[in-house]
């Protein structure tokens, strides 16, 4: 199944096995994985070259953890971590990704050039699509269940690939009725977004489902994640081999965007398996 992203200056023909990588560059203190090495923004512009270098397609600027627990960062703090990096990397010849529920800091990034928003709370917050519609970057509509101040505790559900596929159409929706072409939008499950492990895998299992049920492309992060971490054992540092194991099962189960900290080692990875399918 072929489809087309528009990604803002940029475009893609998804198709089969041709994910594309987009490196994580967490520029905050508290982030579950990488906290604080890209806080200074001559690291950050670092990390993000050499993930170009490493088989990058996609840089993802974050400035404010999402981890479980994460208490809420005020908009300016998220401001003054997000628009240097993105202005300083504007011009690196890959997309730009701002990962934000925040319409403000979604206005601003779109003003200094990001070529998608990457929102956990999938546009839901007031204004969030009024700050996107006029654009013509890509948007990533992600599903979570609670926030993340308290999404862990006891997630429940009767079914959840069928309420996780009912929530995204609902929001496709609602986005396409403001106006928003469906070229522009990519949709992702939100794996520990408020969800048990076996729920996780329950959707990793279901990604060609929400595929063609909903008619978009798949945004698969499960890098370092504790659904690796409950299978393998390891600490969230020792989680390599797993994350990349996840990404090649994700694509196979039709995925075609993978969300990564491991840009070179998933990059060599998906190589070798596509010569192989």
Same mark, same amino acid.
């Given at each position: 199944m072929r489809h087309y992203l528009q990604f803002g200056r940029f475009g893609f023909n998804l198709q089969g096995t041709q994910a594309l990588v987009m490196g994580i560059l967490n520029i905050t203190p508290d982030s579950f994985s990488d906290a604080g090495q890209y806080q200074h923004l001559e690291? =950050?512009? *670092?990390?993000? +070259?050499?993930? @170009?270098? /490493?088989?990058? #397609?996609?840089? #993802? @600027?974050?400035? +404010?953890? *999402?981890?479980?627990? &994460?208490? !809420?960062?005020?908009?300016?703090? +998220?401001? &003054?971590?997000?628009? !240097?990096?993105? $202005? =300083?990397?504007?011009?690196?010849?890959?997309?730009?990704?701002? #990962?934000? $529920?925040?319409?403000?800091?979604?206005?601003? &990034?779109?003003? =200094?050039? &990001? #070529?998608? @928003?990457? /929102?956990i709370n999938g546009f839901r917050a007031p204004g969030a699509i009024e700050a996107v519609r006029d654009s013509d970057c890509a948007l990533c509509i992600m599903h979570m269940q609670s926030v993340p101040q308290t999404m862990q505790d006891q997630p429940q559900y009767e079914d959840v690939v069928r309420e996780v596929i009912d929530f995204l159409r609902a929001r496709i929706d609602t986005m396409t009725a403001a106006g928003i072409a469906r070229e522009r939008l990519c949709i992702d499950p939100g794996f520990g977004f408020g969800k048990t492990v076996e729920q996780n895998y329950a959707l990793l299992r279901a990604t060609r489902q929400l595929r063609s049920e909903l008619g978009l492309p798949v945004l698969a992060g499960l890098s370092r994640k504790s659904m690796i971490g409950a299978v393998t054992g390891r600490p969230v540092e020792q989680r390599l081999a797993g994350s990349v194991a996840g990404a090649l099962a994700a694509v196979a189960q039709g995925a075609e965007i993978i969300r990564v900290h491991d840009v070179a080692e998933t990059a060599d990875a998906l190589k070798v398996w596509r010569m192989a399918h």
């Amino acid at each position: 199944m072929r489809h087309y992203l528009q990604f803002g200056r940029f475009g893609f023909n998804l198709q089969g096995t041709q994910a594309l990588v987009m490196g994580i560059l967490n520029i905050t203190p508290d982030s579950f994985s990488d906290a604080g090495q890209y806080q200074h923004l001559e690291f =950050a512009i *670092s990390r993000a +070259e050499q993930m @170009i270098v /490493d088989g990058a #397609d996609i840089i #993802d @600027i974050g400035g +404010e953890s *999402s981890r479980p627990g &994460a208490p !809420p960062l005020p908009l300016q703090d +998220e401001l &003054a971590r997000v628009m !240097p990096v993105l $202005y =300083a990397l504007r011009d690196c010849g890959k997309p730009l990704s701002v #990962d934000t $529920y925040k319409p403000e800091v979604m206005r601003e &990034a779109i003003l =200094a050039g &990001a #070529d998608m @928003i990457n /929102d956990i709370n999938g546009f839901r917050a007031p204004g969030a699509i009024e700050a996107v519609r006029d654009s013509d970057c890509a948007l990533c509509i992600m599903h979570m269940q609670s926030v993340p101040q308290t999404m862990q505790d006891q997630p429940q559900y009767e079914d959840v690939v069928r309420e996780v596929i009912d929530f995204l159409r609902a929001r496709i929706d609602t986005m396409t009725a403001a106006g928003i072409a469906r070229e522009r939008l990519c949709i992702d499950p939100g794996f520990g977004f408020g969800k048990t492990v076996e729920q996780n895998y329950a959707l990793l299992r279901a990604t060609r489902q929400l595929r063609s049920e909903l008619g978009l492309p798949v945004l698969a992060g499960l890098s370092r994640k504790s659904m690796i971490g409950a299978v393998t054992g390891r600490p969230v540092e020792q989680r390599l081999a797993g994350s990349v194991a996840g990404a090649l099962a994700a694509v196979a189960q039709g995925a075609e965007i993978i969300r990564v900290h491991d840009v070179a080692e998933t990059a060599d990875a998906l190589k070798v398996w596509r010569m192989a399918h």
